[in-house]
């Protein structure tokens, strides 16, 4: 998958002393034994070229490594808000793919009723994973009404002033 770490290992006989590694992506290593990160999915091949004192071997593999998309993960806006008493649905849907939400639940969708911060992380049918976090702002409704009494047909005119939790640590 995208951003894996994977370990090369040399195993050429005759105790090479220098070696070059091309993976195939633009990139090269002088480690006998390097780790390499994928930025773009794709098949890439690899060489090795290993030189002791009297030889110079060199060994390519083709489209050797495959490298996989992540799964797309979109909670939406990265803050969501919500009134007291009410509840948010999170959702991801991914074709062939597991979910774990940060309350251990397993399903496609999470009801969220109270603020704070939700992650999921979804795994596709390869083992890629990839996740999303929302953070969940209680939004403060204050309503002042101007009178009590209303006669029938009369316009009430309602004003409120709304503040969120992130209005308030500043």
Same mark, same amino acid.
């Given at each position: 998958?995208?951003?894996?770490?994977?370990?090369?290992?040399?195993?050429?006989?005759?105790?090479? #002393?220098?070696?070059?590694?091309?993976?195939?992506?633009?990139?090269? @290593?002088?480690?006998?034994?390097?780790? #390499?990160?994928?930025?773009?999915?794709?098949?890439?091949?690899?060489?090795?070229?290993?030189?002791?004192?009297?030889?110079?071997?060199?060994?390519?593999?083709?489209?050797?490594?495959?490298?996989? @998309?992540?799964?797309? *993960?979109?909670?939406?806006?990265?803050?969501?808000?919500?009134?007291?008493?009410?509840?948010?649905?999170?959702?991801?849907?991914? *074709?062939?793919?597991?979910?774990?939400?940060?309350?251990?639940?397993?399903?496609?969708?999470?009801?969220?009723?109270?603020?704070?911060?939700?992650?999921?992380?979804?795994?596709?049918?390869?083992?890629?994973?990839?996740?999303?976090? !929302?953070?969940?702002?209680?939004?403060?409704?204050? *309503?002042?009404?101007?009178?009590?009494?209303?006669?029938?047909?009369? !316009?009430?005119?309602?004003?409120?002033? *709304?503040?969120?939790?992130?209005?308030?640590?500043?």
């Amino acid at each position: 998958c995208i951003s894996d770490s994977i370990q090369f290992l040399d195993l050429t006989l005759g105790n090479p #002393h220098t070696w070059l590694w091309d993976f195939g992506d633009g990139n090269t @290593s002088n480690l006998e034994n390097p780790k #390499h990160k994928y930025s773009i999915p794709g098949n890439y091949t690899v060489k090795l070229t290993a030189t002791n004192n009297l030889i110079t071997k060199s060994f390519e593999i083709n489209n050797y490594i495959t490298i996989l @998309s992540l799964p797309i *993960v979109d909670l939406g806006l990265d803050t969501n808000s919500i009134c007291e008493y009410s509840s948010l649905t999170l959702s991801v849907t991914n *074709v062939n793919s597991t979910y774990l939400w940060n309350d251990n639940s397993t399903d496609s969708i999470l009801e969220v009723n109270s603020p704070g911060n939700y992650f999921v992380t979804v795994t596709d049918d390869n083992n890629c994973s990839q996740n999303d976090t !929302v953070y969940i702002d209680l939004l403060d409704v204050d *309503v002042s009404l101007s009178k009590t009494t209303f006669c029938e047909g009369e !316009v009430i005119l309602i004003s409120s002033a *709304v503040t969120s939790e992130i209005d308030n640590l500043s």
